[in-house]
């Protein structure tokens, strides 16, 4: 069965220090990997996305993920982190052919000033 | 451009009452979703629709009803509310191809009393 497992539900860093979010997926076939953030009462934003080519791909706000396949891995990482990305995180699948997008259970970033 | 917009956006229900919240979308968009969202376990798909006047159940559909009378419409009705259905729920949209993203309102929080 296709799943998304973020295995950190929280994670506290220094503004100014590095970020990397994890996310790992169980899926048989070529997935459509998407990170989505969610700020406090808002809904959930689109950081980025993959589907082919490059694996390492560039989203908004300064994010980026590498996909890769050996691992099953697609994790995000900023160089830098704001105080602003305080989020909640989420990690998702697309599911070819059934046209319904997995989850992850989230992993919420603290930013310390 | 509003994109996908949820109303109402808070409610307090009493067990046993019904309601139902509305979703539109002005993308013209195929496929419509409902999910909720819970502490500690990401976004579950209740219901989705892959277009006008077809519905499917998702992962968790059990006390909901939903409804694609209009393309830009979706309806999710509580019949029968209960305090396991305190939650948030999120609307979203997609073209229908999985290598592209959902678009999500901004949340009903609904607190079942």
């Known amino acids: 069965a296709q799943s998304v497992t973020q295995p950190d539900i929280h994670i506290t860093v220094s503004e100014g220090a590095s970020l990397e979010l994890r996310c790992n997926y169980s899926?048989?076939?070529?997935?459509?990997l998407f990170w989505y953030v969610q700020s406090p009462g808002q809904g959930l934003q689109l950081l980025l996305k993959y589907f082919s080519g490059d694996t390492l791909v560039q989203g908004i706000k300064g994010f980026e993920a590498e996909f890769k396949r050996s691992q099953s891995s697609f994790n995000l990482r900023k160089p830098s982190v704001h105080w602003s990305d305080a989020a909640e995180y989420f990690c998702a699948v697309g599911a070819s052919g059934t046209y319904k997008y997995i989850f992850g259970t989230g992993t919420r970033l603290k930013v310390l000033a | 451009n509003a994109g996908v917009t949820q109303t109402p956006k808070f409610r307090v229900l009493k067990t046993g009452q019904s309601m139902t919240l509305l979703c539109a979308q002005d993308m013209n968009h195929e496929y419509m979703y409902w999910y909720r969202q819970d502490p500690g376990m990401g976004l579950r798909l209740i219901h989705y629709?892959?277009?006008?006047?077809?519905?499917a159940k998702g992962e968790v559909p059990d006390g909901y009803n939903v409804s694609r009378l209009k393309k830009q419409n979706f309806l999710l009705g509580l019949e029968s509310a209960a305090p396991s259905q305190t939650s948030v729920y999120f609307c979203?949209?997609?073209?229908?191809?999985?290598?592209?993203?959902?678009?999500f309102g901004q949340g009903t929080r609904l607190t079942v009393v």
């Open positions: 899926y048989g076939a070529t997935p459509y």
């Open positions: 629709s892959v277009g006008e006047g077809t519905t």
């Open positions: 979203a949209s997609s073209i229908g191809v999985a290598r592209t993203e959902a678009f």
